[in-house]
DNA sequence: CAGCATCCAGGACGATACTG
DNA sequence: CAGTATCGTCCTGGATGCTG
């Protein structure tokens, strides 16, 4: 599983004006992995419940393996609920608990600053790469 | 808009309603690796402004050299100026752009949410490691 | 002072195959 | 259907040493 046991160093801890800096280097590391967000939306667009499948049609792109270990994770961070019906087929449903709705407000400010500035933000690399 | 140059993955585009969520999927990526956020918080903090050595000290336990990359990738983006002044010895000033202080409102959200949530994250996941 | 070059370990992720 | 197991690859980032 994942988890950072590595208590090191830093903190930048005035930075933050923040109690605890390595909750926000969590955070964004979780959010910032390749598919959490996606499959985070992706609960969300679907009513905040759904069974695996559907996530897996809903994130193109993402393999069985990697929707499984995101969910696990998101399921450990209290973020979603993992429900399991014992019926053939088997079928498992996940649905979004409150504290994982909660993140989706902040998390909507960065999707929007990603629409609004992306193609600046593009346009300013191509220029850096010029040279 | 859309380009099939790379049919790859992706995207879950409803799902951000956006009209390209690989940007959202870059931004992530770049304020979730290690230092970005810690980086751009303390030049804030600093003033908007301040030299090599400053945010150094600033972000404890970075290295030069992941320093030099974050700020590199940061300029590529627009994020941040680099300004070298021809000095001996030398001296080299880091400045948030107008961009780059745009970015710092949504990250403060992603910082409260932490504030406010982290414990109780850490709570679920310890009983969560329980079984 | 403000870096860059090099080397290396660990983890993230993809592909594929198998199962209750 | 909803996963797990295994393997291999790539990339991030730490440590160290050198330089204009």
Known sequence: MKKSSKVIPLDAAAICRSSDPMAV??????????WTIFVILSLDLLGGRARFSEL???VPGISQRMLSTTLKNLERDGMVIREVFPEVPPRVEYEMTDLGTSLLRPTQGLVDWAKANWEQVRATQSKYDLR
Chains 1, 2 share one sequence.
């Open 56 to 58: 897996e049609r809903a």
């Open 25 to 34: 280097r969590e955070l964004l590391t979780k959010i910032g992995d390749k």
